[in-house]
């Protein structure tokens, strides 16, 4: 069975701080990882994926995030958010051979002045 | 380019109404989902196409909920009849179907049953 855990359902942080959102994967085969976020009243829009290779990808607006296959992790990070950064972030997993998503619960991040 | 379209943006219903929503997945995906998204529940898969194929049908949404493909540009999802416990946001997403393939998502449809 797959699954995906985010463990904290609310962060806050201090604009220009930085950003670790964590996930945890359950998938016995090989797993293809992405990181989604949702702004009010909007659609899920790809902010990075992973799917072979150098485990630290690169995505839009300065987040990246980090494979890790021994601890079955794929974690978010930012060096210094903005308050646009306010949103939802999904993290997904697919499988080989299953296009169908597996959604994590999300994670809302605040971002304070 | 056109992403994925979906029509009405915000639809109220009745108790018992029929409801008609509407996506436009982006040109030349070959996969089509139709996801409902709710604070309890999250993101729950109703439907998934394969070339206009049904896949999926969502299991416990089989009865009152139908999604069909028309045709490759468009797909729509029928409530019938609607209940209160239907409200939420649907979502549509399409993706060109290979693993690691991403999916689009569209702007969502909120439903509100009365």
């Known amino acids: 069975a797959q699954s995906v855990t985010q463990p904290d359902a609310r962060v806050t942080v201090s604009e220009g701080a930085s950003l670790q959102l964590r996930c945890k994967y359950s998938?016995?085969?090989?797993?293809?990882l992405f990181w989604y976020v949702q702004y009010p009243r909007q659609g899920l829009q790809l902010l990075l994926k992973?799917?072979?290779?150098?485990?630290v990808v690169q995505g839009v607006n300065g987040f990246e995030a980090e494979f890790s296959k021994s601890n079955s992790s794929f974690h978010l990070r930012k060096a210094s958010v903005h308050w646009s950064d306010s949103a939802v972030y999904f993290c997904?997993?697919?499988?080989?051979?299953?296009?169908?998503?597996?959604f994590g619960a999300g994670t809302r991040l605040k971002v304070i002045a | 380019d056109a992403g994925v379209t979906q029509t009405p943006r915000h639809e109220v219903a009745e108790k018992g109404q029929t409801i008609i929503l509407k996506c436009e997945p982006v040109?030349?995906?070959?996969?089509l989902f139709w996801y409902r998204q709710t604070k309890i529940q999250g993101l729950e898969l109703l439907s998934y196409?394969?070339?206009?194929?049904?896949?999926?049908d969502g299991g416990a949404f089989k009865d009152r909920f139908k999604a069909e493909m028309l045709n490759s540009s468009f797909s729509t999802l029928k409530i019938q009849p609607t209940e209160p416990k239907d409200s939420a946001v649907y979502l549509c997403?399409?993706?060109?179907?290979?693993?690691?393939?991403?999916?689009?998502f569209g702007p969502g449809t909120r439903l509100t049953v009365l």
């Open positions: 998938y016995s085969g090989t797993p293809y």
């Open positions: 196409f394969r070339s206009k194929s049904l896949m999926e």
């Open positions: 997904v997993l697919s499988g080989t051979g299953n296009y169908k998503y597996v």
């Open positions: 040109s030349g995906h070959n996969d």
């Open positions: 992973y799917y072979s290779g150098d485990p």
């Open positions: 997403a399409s993706s060109l179907g290979y693993n690691y393939a991403e999916q689009f």
